[in-house]
């Protein structure tokens, strides 16, 4: 009898944690959140963009897998509490507003700092795909500028 009572109660100690991990941690299965392409307001080019959020972390900041067509970029934009960038993929670009574009590849990680005017994207004859993330401020994670003209990014 006594063993039974040790093993219903280990069950139950069990149990409890186990559903307080369960309320703790949420799950967002892979493929579960739909691909969007980016807004010609936004972008250039082809982009798709994979949002990774679970529970309620998208209150807190943005983090999205971004693929860049060769050619695709974003607009120019800043960041309220800055923005990481991990390129996990390809070849292309960043550039600050005013200072020479700098090159970027797969296993680049890149830090712009909060209120800096930039824009990135893939090189010409690269695609590219990095993970970004931004962290959320006065409700926004990112302002939204002018595109960025052919002109300007095939200057060198």
Known sequence: MRKNLIAAGTSIVMMGAASAHAQGIQITPA????TTLGTAQNFNGHVAVDIKSAGGSGQHGSVGMVDFAPGARTAWHTHPVGQLLI??????WVQEDGQPRREIQAADVVWISAGVKHW????????MRHLAIAYVQGGKSADWKE????????AR
Do not use: C, F, I, R
């Not at 493929?31 to 739909?34: H, L």
């Not at 990135?120 to 695609?127: N, R, T």
């Not at 595109?147 to 095939?154: F, I, K, Q």
């Open 147 to 154: 595109l960025v003209s052919d002109e300007h990014y095939n």
């Open 31 to 34: 493929g579960t959140t739909p």
């Open 87 to 92: 390129v996990t993929d390809g070849k292309g």
């Open 120 to 127: 990135h994207g893939a090189a010409q004859a690269h695609g």
